[in-house]
């Protein structure tokens, strides 16, 4: 005889859920988003982990949060976006900035330093229309920031480690040392001494693999200020060497230009 019941039980399984993660674009020139696309084979190991929920820069297509990791491109420069950035927070389990215009208001924090009013009637023909902040302001002086990955634009490896630590419950593993640590395992030789250009890598966070000194030419910053950087030692060493002041503020004032410790520096010099 047959058994009453040949037929498989109908006790569900729900599949795991794979975590959402969501990209969003504030002021910005969108590198940093397209560092994430320039990721190409390692994208695809990361989506078999992870929901690519949000992500206009790569699809129309967005799912609704909340979101288990937010990435923030940009500045907070306008009052739509510093409202906006509240609802991103609220979505939002993990909020990781990239890049320096999110971690420290990008190039477009220059105008940090002058009256933003005199920009506006220089460049636009009814400034009436023009609706902006006085100042370019990074994500964490809005909102709580679980980690920030700096520079200009970000290395597509370190956010990688950045997303695999977040996903298994760990620190992201990314350097704080200096510039000059990458040129050492480079091999080359140091342009400060040997040559004498200016460069900003012995204050600066390593994380470009040393990429402007492989070519004989100084560090800009890109990376922002490294962990416990000393600016006025470094600006003593220039000037020793014959700099001006007002060629310190210009090196101090690139793309991290309003990260606390390059911006004190600048201004220290500013007659």
């Given at each position: 005889m047959s058994p009453k019941n040949n037929k498989i039980p109908k006790t569900a399984v729900k599949k795991q859920r794979k975590p959402k993660l969501a990209v969003w674009k504030f002021s910005s020139c969108d590198g940093c988003q397209l560092s994430l696309l320039d990721c190409e084979d390692e994208l695809l190991a990361i989506t078999e982990h992870i929901e690519i929920a949000n992500f206009l820069e790569a699809s129309r297509e967005v799912v609704k949060g909340p979101y288990d990791i937010s990435l923030v491109e940009g500045s907070i420069t306008t009052p739509h976006d510093a409202e906006r950035i509240h609802q991103v927070r609220r979505q939002s389990k993990v909020l990781v900035?990239?890049?320096?215009?999110?971690?420290?208001?990008g190039i477009q924090a220059l105008r940090n330093f002058k009256d933003v009013k005199q920009f506006i009637v220089a460049v636009y023909?009814?400034?009436?229309?023009?609706?902006?902040?006085?100042?370019?302001?990074?994500?964490?002086?809005?909102?709580f920031v679980d980690f920030e990955l700096r520079g200009c634009p970000i290395n597509k490896h370190q956010l990688i480690e950045?997303?695999?630590?977040?996903?298994?419950?760990?620190?992201?593993?990314?350097?704080?040392?200096?510039?000059?640590?990458?040129?050492?395992?480079?091999?080359?030789?140091?342009?400060?001494?040997?040559?004498?250009?200016?460069?900003?890598?012995?204050?600066?966070?390593?994380?470009?693999?040393?990429?402007?000194?492989?070519?004989?030419?100084?560090?800009?910053?890109?990376?922002?200020?490294?962990?416990?950087?000393?600016?006025?030692?470094?600006?003593?060493?220039?000037?020793?060497?014959?700099?001006k002041d007002d060629e310190l503020v210009r090196l101090f004032r690139g793309f991290n230009a309003y990260a606390e410790a390059f911006r004190k520096e600048s201004e220290a010099h500013e007659k």
């Open positions: 900035t990239i890049g320096a215009c999110a971690t420290a208001g023909a009814n400034p009436k229309y023009i609706e902006t902040l006085n100042k370019s302001t990074p994500i964490a002086d809005h909102v950045v997303i695999n630590a977040y996903l298994n419950g760990r620190k992201p593993n990314t350097p704080a040392y200096a510039v000059c640590i990458e040129c050492k395992r480079r091999f080359i030789t140091c342009e400060l001494v040997a040559h004498g250009p200016t460069c900003l890598g012995p204050v600066t966070q390593a994380g470009c693999n040393a990429l402007c000194p492989s070519y004989s030419r100084g560090c800009f910053g890109c990376y922002g200020p490294k962990e416990t950087p000393n600016t006025s030692a470094l600006s003593t060493y220039w000037t020793s060497l014959g700099v």
